[in-house]
Structures are given as structure tokens and as C-alpha cells.
């Protein structure tokens, strides 16, 4: 029943490996994100898809890239992993403001990944 | 760029007490909202208010919002235990709709 999943949990890499985190929506919505948290619980976003079309881009490095097959999973790749990469990676989803809701964002609990 | 600023960064207060928090941001928002994160898990949605609202209650929450001074303040009234979390404010800019952008977060300690 859980809303927003993301697997793996936990994920501890060494340096120079490729990675992947998947997410997955059971709300029906049409936008889903991956943010970026940080050692200091500073969110950033990172990517935004809206009905498997990328909207947004945070200039993140081209080592991460998302997939979404469809509108209900967003996966996101990330090749040549730093230590800087380590962080907690968070899926969530809306729907559009305007449509059901106005732009609440619903999260999954994270991926700790740790790059040694 | 950080669009909101969380104050205080860490606030701990004895159970029954209330705890106000500040938010402030740089640009017009569309609206301003508020989660909390408990330790270890995601984010969770309080409240949401809109840009033309000034005030909006939700159960022991009370959410302000001054779009002149551009700062917004979350209360929560008879604190308890279970409410120590980070709690963050998030703005929606204008134009951009499906961007939510996060302060650094105030970390709340709530004493038994």
C-alpha cells in the first residue's frame, strides 16, 4: 500500500561503480522528482519528469541519468560513482497544481547510498 | 539556488510548549508549504498556504504568511514527543509550478 517506493534502501559502492536506485508510484500522479539530500539535510532537486517527459534538469552531472518508462516509475542511473555522490536520494511525485491537489509532493523514504 | 531559509536551524522545547518557526524566501511564490521530515524517513506534507492567504490552521498547526515581508511562520501549539522532526518550508516560484524548492530545514526537539 505504500504510496512512493524506492529500492534499494541502502546502498554502499566503491568509487568508479554505476548504480542504479528505482522508484515506482501507486497515486495515479503525472510529475515525479528525484531530490538530493545532503550530509546536512539540505534538498536539492535534481530531475523532474512530467508523464515520462524530462521538465526539469538541475545541472546535475551527465553520470546520473534518469529513466521513466511510464508515468508510475522514475529510475534513476548513476555511472562512475564519487564519494562526493554520497547522500540520500529521494523519489517523489505530484500531481500539477490546478489538477487534483496543488503541487503537494508525496516522498518515498530514501536511498542512503555511501560511496567509500 | 536556495529559494527558503529556515530560522531557528535547531529548536528544543519541553513537551506542551509551543514551537514557532520561520521561514523566509528571495522571489514571489505561488505558494509556500510545509513538511516534515522525521529521522531516517521522507519528507511528509503539513500544510500548504497559498500566496493571496495570510493565515491557515490545520489541527494543532497554524501556518502565517506575509508576501510583503516575504516570510512565512509555522506553530505548533501543546508539543509533543512524536513532533521532534526537521520540519522544512518549500516554495512553488511563479512559472515554474513543478518546482518545489527547500530550506535547510529547522531541527525541532521536542522533551518529554
Known amino acids: 500500500d505504500t504510496a512512493v517506493s524506492q529500492t534499494p534502501k541502502y546502498l554502499v559502492t566503491q568509487m568508479g561503480n554505476d548504480k542504479s536506485i528505482k522508484c515506482e508510484q501507486n497515486?495515479?500522479?503525472?510529475?515525479m522528482y528525484w531530490y538530493k539530500q545532503d550530509s546536512k539535510k539540505f534538498l536539492k532537486i535534481m530531475f523532474s519528469y512530467n508523464n515520462k517527459e524530462l521538465i526539469i534538469n538541475e545541472t546535475v552531472p551527465n553520470r546520473f541519468s534518469p529513466k521513466s518508462p511510464d508515468k508510475a516509475h522514475l529510475n534513476l542511473h548513476i555511472n562512475s560513482l564519487e564519494l562526493g555522490d554520497s547522500a540520500v536520494y529521494f523519489c517523489?511525485?505530484?500531481?500539477?497544481?490546478?489538477?487534483?491537489?496543488?503541487?503537494?509532493?508525496?516522498f518515498g523514504e530514501g536511498s542512503r547510498l555511501t560511496v567509500l | 539556488s536556495q529559494q527558503g531559509e529556515e530560522d531557528p536551524q535547531a529548536l528544543s522545547i519541553q513537551e506542551g510548549e509551543n514551537a514557532t518557526m520561520n521561514c523566509s524566501y528571495k522571489t514571489s511564490i505561488n505558494n509556500l508549504q510545509w513538511y516534515r521530515q522525521n529521522s531516517g524517513r521522507g519528507l511528509v506534507h503539513l500544510i500548504l498556504i497559498r500566496s493571496n492567504e495570510r493565515e491557515k490552521h490545520s489541527g494543532r498547526l497554524r501556518v502565517t504568511l506575509d508576501t510583503s515581508k516575504k516570510s512565512s511562520s509555522l506553530l505548533i501549539t501543546a508539543s509533543r514527543a512524536a513532533d521532534t522532526a526537521s520540519y522544512f518550508c518549500a516554495t512553488v516560484i511563479g512559472g515554474s509550478n513543478y518546482k518545489l524548492t527547500f530550506g535547510k530545514g529547522t531541527l525541532l526537539t521536542v522533551n518529554p
Open positions: 497515486l495515479g500522479h503525472d510529475t
Open positions: 517523489a511525485s505530484s500531481q500539477p497544481p490546478g489538477t487534483k491537489g496543488e503541487g503537494e509532493l508525496f
